[in-house]
């Protein structure tokens, strides 16, 4: 039974968070489909004080496939009930193809990375919005695909750089890209 607490009785709190962080915390309220951004982030708090307070009690916390837990002798399993469907590690509309030689995810259903979307819309100065509907696609599989870019710049210039380094190697002449922010 959940707690009654006064609207007196609590206190507000003010997070600063960098522009992907908020990108992430936006897809991940979505995908839980959390009432508020404030209830996801009361959601975790809870889970960050049971974190802690394991630690301080001086358990480890693991993580380990679902298959593996009948192996462990005694284990104690965090339940957050919002956060059951989701798994984090992997993405809705994205997928990995390493037979292709990249390490960036493509659009599922598409053959078009993260980094070749995200380049588009900077060269066409789209929005997500726009840009779901130019190129057909959900709105929340283009929100993923930029919350994927903001969280892995590094990952996905670097190969788009090799990509362009490659082909000027070719004799391939170039284009003017436009440059993410």
Do not use: C
């Not at 339940?79 to 809705?92: D, R």
């Not at 057909?136 to 930029?146: C, F, S, T």
Request: charge should be neutral.
């Amino acid at each position: 039974m959940a707690l009654k607490v006064k609207q007196q009785d609590k206190v507000r709190v003010q997070v600063d968070l960098t522009a992907a962080e908020a990108t992430l915390l936006e897809l991940l309220q979505r995908r839980l489909s959390v009432r508020s951004r404030a209830d996801l982030l009361q959601q975790a708090y809870g889970a960050f004080l049971w974190i802690v307070d394991e630690m301080l009690s001086g358990r480890r916390i693991v993580s380990v496939e679902a298959g593996m837990l009948d192996q462990l002798e005694r284990f104690k399993e965090l339940s957050v009930p919002a956060v059951e469907p989701l798994v984090f590690g992997h993405y809705q509309y994205l997928v990995t193809r390493p037979e292709k030689g990249r390490r960036q995810p493509y659009l599922k259903g598409r053959n078009m990375t993260v980094g070749q979307l995200v380049y588009k819309m900077r060269a066409n100065q789209l929005s997500v919005e726009q840009a779901a509907e130019d190129m057909d696609l959900p709105v929340k599989q283009v929100m993923e695909a930029v919350a994927y870019y903001q969280v892995h710049r590094d990952l996905i210039e670097s190969e788009m750089e090799e990509e362009k380094q490659y082909l000027l190697s070719q004799g391939v002449e170039l284009e003017p890209r436009a440059v993410p922010r």
